[in-house]
């Protein structure tokens, strides 16, 4: 069973950094494309950073260029977002899947930018 897990958000002020981890089970990750969302309350989920398979080659939008950096460790099946310079509007829940090919969506991770 493929399952996707997504951990590290919380309570941050404006200029905080943050962590996320993705662990995933099964035996597609280190053959996929893996990319973070984000969904803000009342928004739809949104692609914001993706990484592919070897880990070569890294997309993200212009909201969080500069300031997110996606990575992954293939050895421990998991994918990382480290967020640096937080705003408030980047508060949302976070999640991770396949870009390609998306499997059954987690629980995410709720990312608070307040002061």
């Known amino acids: 069973q493929v399952q996707l897990v997504e951990s590290g958000g919380g309570l941050v002020q404006p200029g905080g950094s943050l962590r996320l981890s993705c662990a995933a089970s099964?035996?597609?990750?280190?053959?996929?494309?893996v990319g973070w969302y984000r969904q803000a309350p009342g928004k739809q989920r949104d692609l914001v950073a993706s990484i592919t398979s070897g880990g070569r080659t890294t997309v993200y939008v212009d909201a969080v260029k500069g300031r997110f950096t996606i990575s992954r460790d293939n050895a421990k099946n998991t994918a990382f977002l480290q967020m640096n310079s937080l705003k408030p509007e980047d508060t949302a829940v976070y999640y991770c899947n396949y870009v390609l090919s998306p499997t059954s969506w987690g629980q995410g991770t709720l990312v608070t930018v307040s002061s």
């Open positions: 099964g035996n597609i990750f280190t053959m996929s494309t």
